[in-house]
């Protein structure tokens, strides 16, 4: 069992940046898949970016990359999403989620944990 919790939401102004977290415990973190997800209202949950438990593939989609920067630290067990000129049309409840093996992926149905989520919203 793996428990996350997202921090570092907020209101924001377009163009702005955000940097959120997600603290996990339980299961040997280093062992997993991350990846970020996010829900608007009226929409299906989105994938956002995924990173390898190495590290060293994260991947993104194509409405993100450039913005948007994944990354992880094993040793805090934390799993960040630096997101940077931000658009109102990124305005969602964002939420990490968890996966066991090394390989990334893009569909809600491939992880097995979820965070609560945080909201972030981008004003225009």
């Known amino acids: 069992q793996v428990q996350l919790v997202e921090s570092g939401g907020g209101l924001v102004q377009a163009g702005g940046s955000l940097r959120l977290s997600c603290l996990a415990s339980g299961r040997t973190f280093s062992v997993y898949t991350m990846g970020w997800f996010r829900q608007a209202p009226g929409k299906e949950r989105e994938f956002v970016a995924a990173i390898s438990w190495t590290g060293s593939r994260p991947y993104y989609v194509d409405s993100v990359k450039g913005r948007f920067t994944t990354s992880r630290d094993n040793a805090k067990n934390t799993v960040y999403l630096q997101m940077n000129s931000l658009k109102p049309d990124d305005t969602a409840v964002y939420y990490c989620?968890?996966?066991?093996?090394?390989?990334?992926?893009?569909?809600?149905?491939?992880?097995?944990?979820w965070g609560q989520g945080t909201q972030v919203t981008v004003s225009s």
């Open positions: 989620a968890a996966r066991p093996g090394r390989n990334t992926a893009i569909m809600h149905y491939e992880y097995d944990f």
